[in-house]
């Protein structure tokens, strides 16, 4: 009899705390690594995200915890990961920031029921190919066809009379993005002088400048990140190239200027539109400014992603995964990016992409 009784409490308290339980949400991206500058923006606007929701109530009333993985840019640490967080009970994450990452990924987080908005990857499979169609797979970036047609127009309408080459590091966003850009760029009119590949780790592109040095180029688009493309503009200096340098918004980190120093002047890149400059995320720039924690790149995003799940849980009454896809697929959500829904591939409805170039140190939209 008393042995009953007992069974009775624990399993009557085991309920009452499944009740109360946590949230368990997450971030994941290269915590370590050479782009561990990007997890670190990830991290930091996932952390202050939980705790702004915490100090509003949580989401339906719970308390969120926050679990980060790291993937160092990785694709099958990414597997890992995502098993890792399955394992821990996420039922959300903010993540993955390489597409070669998030790609992998998503299928994980399909089968074990987490909803995946990555606040970074812009490869166009990430979406176009996502394991479920009706949802479950989202991001808040804009995509590398988006990003390169813009690219491809300004390079041909802005230095038509400078041989262009284009290189990339052969992974997921660095060819993606270096194909959509010359494709736009061919579309346009242009001719490019040189299309190659590179290895992404080294630290001596001498060879590869070398090379573009012989043939006279003008303009170098790189697909890839902004430690390599660092070491090249440095090393095209030392050479004597005035060789304008181009990329994409993995750029967008001031890691960039601090391996290129005054090499890094006037290059250029494609970002969406500064969420820094955002009227209504003026207070949320305070507070991270306040802690010493710059809000560039995509700490902003990563805030907004979790801003936009904790919306759609709380209008779906739940955290289920089934439950909170149709009221991301159908939701216009109040983010510090400004108000976005997603479209029916889980692409976000956000303005697109705007030049930016660097300069003493500092990145800030174009001035023509």
Not at 21 to 39: E, H, K, L, N, R
Not at 95 to 111: L, M, Q
Not at 239 to 245: C, F, H, I
Not at 339 to 347: H, I
Request: hydrophobic content about 40%; glycine content about 12%.
């Amino acid at each position: 009899m008393k042995k009953s009784l007992l069974a009775g409490v624990v399993l009557s308290f085991a309920f009452s705390g499944a009740a109360w339980a946590d949230i368990v949400i997450a971030v994941a991206g290269p915590m370590t690594g050479q782009y561990a500058s990007f997890g670190e923006q990830m991290k930091a606007g996932a952390e202050q995200a939980v705790v702004d929701l915490n100090a509003a109530g949580g989401v339906l009333g719970q308390k969120l915890v926050l679990e980060v993985g790291d993937d160092a840019c990785d694709p099958k640490q990414a597997v890992a990961v995502a098993n890792q967080m399955s394992g821990k009970g996420v039922v959300f994450m903010a993540g993955h920031f390489c597409s070669g990452s998030s790609i992998p990924a998503s299928a994980v987080y399909a089968e074990e029921g987490i909803v995946q908005i990555s606040p970074a990857s812009t490869n166009p499979k990430f979406t176009d190919e996502r394991p479920n169609a009706d949802g479950g797979t989202y991001r808040v970036c804009g995509r590398d066809d988006q990003q390169g047609t813009v690219a491809g127009a300004f390079l041909k309408n802005n230095f038509s009379d400078k041989k262009v080459a284009f290189v990339h590091d052969k992974t997921a966003y660095g060819k993606g993005l270096a194909d959509a850009t010359k494709a736009a760029y061919e579309a346009a009119g242009g001719t490019p002088a040189l299309y190659e590949a590179y290895t992404a780790g080294e630290k001596d592109y001498n060879a590869l400048v070398s090379k573009l040095k012989a043939e006279g180029i003008g303009v170098l688009y790189v697909g890839g990140y902004h430690t390599e493309a660092g070491l090249m503009v440095r090393q095209m200096r030392d050479q004597g190239m005035d060789t304008v340098l181009v990329s994409g918004d993995a750029l967008v980190t001031s890691e960039y200027w601090a391996i290129t120093g005054d090499a890094g002047e006037g290059t250029l890149m494609t970002f969406s539109p500064d969420p820094r400059k955002n009227p209504g995320a003026a207070d949320l720039v305070k507070t991270f400014r306040d802690k010493g924690v710059e809000p560039e790149g995509y700490v902003i995003y990563t805030y907004a992603a979790i801003q936009a799940w904790a919306q759609a849980a709380t209008t779906a009454g739940k955290t289920d995964y089934d439950a909170v896809i149709p009221a991301l697929n159908d939701g216009k959500f109040a983010t510090a990016l400004g108000d976005l829904s997603f479209d029916d591939k889980g692409d976000v409805t956000l303005p697109g992409y705007v030049f930016y170039e660097w300069k003493g140190g500092n990145y800030d939209y174009l001035q023509n």
